[in-house]
């Protein structure tokens, strides 16, 4: 097949359109939560390799296609339908929902934290168990990777706020901070972006829009600018390390995933009491004073979110296109080392 020839793009019908409309609700969703990730659900729900696959393809045989008007194939190369299905969802999903997020963590925080806790433990038991090393000494090196990943996700998420560098060179290396991130399980972009002290202007210029003074429409493309570089830079190269080293790159994935809990821990105390506005509060885990019916409860919903999870994979392998297949059909032209 000559390099600017797209490959066959999977079959789009109506039910698989919309299914992936809902997974992009179900991303869109999660970003509202803070530290919790689009990309971890991405990889709950089994879209995560073909949005990586799909976003890769933005390339130059993509530019030489539309340049040439050759734009059913170049919706092909892209995957543009599942990217339109996706994108759509994730935005009904962050303005549609960005209400019930907001008084499910305002109001019963624990509950909701105790429920992505279950989720997040459960796909990040799976995603280790995906890493299948080839043998001992690879096993030993998929471990220490994965204890590596996860004390620097706990390290990442117990950082205080920066103090933000003027300029735009700053705020173009935030959007492409922010961006990889998000599609990485497991690192929330959105908290990243308080950390990097550059979330509160960024989330007033967007609400201001489209009433922008010169200034402020400036800082708004170079940061959407450094997002589109790091979305295409870094999909590019986790679709590469996914085909050469799946194992060292899912024992990564799994522990960013389960060192992200330390952030969604139901139970935990409100160390900025004088901030008003929930995404802006700093909260610390903590153990529960005893376990009463509130515990329980939390210990109970946790389960049966673990359990879920579990189940719909068994589901999934049932029907096909498990994740063992995909990680053949990324490694297919590759060697693995891994």
């Known amino acids: 097949m000559a390099p600017d020839q797209p490959p066959t793009p999977p079959r789009t019908t109506a039910g698989s359109f919309f299914r992936t409309l809902g997974v992009g609700v179900a991303m869109g969703s999660a970003d509202i939560v803070p530290g919790v990730s689009g990309g971890t659900v991405a990889l709950i729900l089994g879209v995560y390799e073909r949005l990586l696959a799909a976003l890769s393809h933005f390339d130059r045989h993509l530019v030489r296609m539309l340049a040439s008007g050759r734009l059913s194939d170049a919706g092909a190369h892209c995957d543009a339908w599942f990217l339109l299905a996706l994108g759509g969802g994730i935005g009904i999903g962050v303005k549609g929902l960005a209400g019930l997020m907001t008084y499910l963590l305002q109001e019963q925080a624990t509950y909701t934290y105790a429920a992505f806790f279950g ?177 329980a409860g939390c210990l109970a919903l946790a389960a049966a979110c673990f359990i879920g999870v579990m189940v719909i994979d068994a589901i999934a392998r049932r029907i096909g296109d498990t994740p063992e297949e995909i990680a053949e059909s990324l490694a297919e032209h590759a060697d693995d080392p891994s």
């Open 119 to 295: 989720l997040i433990l459960a796909s990040g038991v799976l995603v280790a168990r995906l890493a299948r090393p080839a043998d001992a000494i690879h096993g030993a090196r998929c471990v220490a990777l994965g204890i590596l990943a996860a004390a620097f996700a706990v390290w990442l998420m117990s950082q205080g706020r920066l103090t933000p560098v003027a300029g735009l060179p700053y705020t173009f290396l935030c959007g492409a901070i922010a961006i990889c991130a998000m599609i990485l399980p497991g690192i929330s972009g959105a908290y990243l972006l308080l950390i990097l002290g550059k979330y509160e202007e960024i989330s007033a210029i967007v609400h201001k829009a489209p009433t922008l003074s010169l200034g402020e429409l400036a800082t708004l493309a170079v940061f959407a600018t450094g997002c589109l570089v790091g979305l295409l830079t870094f999909s590019r190269l986790l679709k590469w390390l996914l085909a050469r080293y799946w194992s060292s790159t899912m024992a990564v994935l799994a522990g960013f995933m389960i060192g992200s809990l330390y952030r969604v821990w139901p139970f935990q105390t409100d160390t900025t009491p004088s901030v008003e506005e929930f995404k802006f509060k700093i909260f610390q885990p903590v153990w529960p004073d005893a376990l009463d019916s509130r515990a």
